[in-house]
């Protein structure tokens, strides 16, 4: 027998359909939708699934990527061919997860500033809005404090095991670190 629990949110993630001939199709609205309104639902914080319509494959990460493409390609580029270059070397490296979980977090930090920013900014009068322009370095580095100490911790977890994966790949040819 299933408990009631009121304190549950019945959660809806949206399906979109995605056909061969590179259609996506929203199950919710019973019409077919383009890459720019999936990232309006992105941008509104809607949850959603885009699914291959003949094998069912999830391929949510993959219309990801596209929209960043796009959004790499059309305007202001976020990442430098650099950064970029130093993602790529992740890739089947040891630090793989661990510069993953690194990014993610960090990115959670940054989200979680551009919030509390966003909540504080809506009682401001233009005025306040001067003032908070003005002091916005001291204000972003005490916001930030603790993002960076975390950031900091993580990356020292990831020279550790970068440290423990090097003894023992040293281990296996005999060789002592």
Known sequence: M??????????????????PNRRLYDTDTSSYITLSEVKELVMSSELFVVLDAKTGVDLTRSILLQIILEEETN????????????????????????????LEKNIQSLVEI?????????????????QFMALQPPVLQSLMG???EQSKNIFSKMQEQMQKQTG???????IKS
């Open 2 to 19: 299933q408990s009631k629990n009121t304190s549950e949110k019945n959660i809806h993630t949206r399906v979109i359909k995605k056909y």
């Open 114 to 130: 551009q919030t509390k920013l966003g909540e504080q900014s809506t009682a401001f009068t233009p005025e306040m809005w001067a």
């Open 146 to 148: 603790e993002n960076l």
């Open 75 to 102: 305007g202001s580029p976020m990442f430098t061919a650099p950064v970029l270059a130093n993602v790529i070397r992740f890739y089947g490296h040891a630090m793989q997860g661990l510069a993953g979980g690194y």
């Open 168 to 174: 023992q790949m040293l281990g296996v040819f005999g």
